[in-house]
């Protein structure tokens, strides 16, 4: 069983930026951001594999959020910059065996407001 932590969130004005952090306990091959906004879909905003042979974007934040993690502290990180009023939401952090949507293991969750 993994369990996973995510913290960083909050609130912040268009155009700043912020770092989400997910501290993982257990072996994960495959790590990941999702974020779900109120009345909308959950959307795969990143994933990254345990060793960096392959990484994914939505189209929403190419070139704004970048994914990371740090294999000794077996934590996924998301840095974010150019904010936007519509990166408003619940992002979550997931993990399993192998790079899909359907993730396995997910935390619970952490808010990110973006003012204008």
């Known amino acids: 069983q993994v369990q996973l932590v995510e913290s960083g969130g909050g609130s912040v004005q268009e155009g700043g930026s912020l770092r989400l952090s997910c501290a993982a306990s257990?072996?994960?091959?495959?790590m990941g951001w999702f974020r779900q906004a109120p009345g909308k879909e959950r959307e795969n905003v990143a994933l990254?594999?345990?060793?960096?042979?392959?990484?994914y974007y939505a189209d929403s934040v190419k070139g704004r959020f970048t994914v990371s993690r740090d294999i000794a502290k077996n934590t996924l990180y998301l840095q974010m910059n150019s904010l936007k009023p519509e990166d408003t939401a619940i992002y979550y952090c997931?993990?399993?065996?192998?790079?899909?949507?359907?993730?396995?293991?997910w935390g619970q969750g952490t808010q990110v407001t973006v003012s204008s």
């Open positions: 997931a993990a399993g065996r192998f790079c899909v949507s359907d993730l396995p293991y």
């Open positions: 257990g072996y994960t091959y495959c």
């Open positions: 990254m594999s345990r060793d960096d042979d392959f990484t």
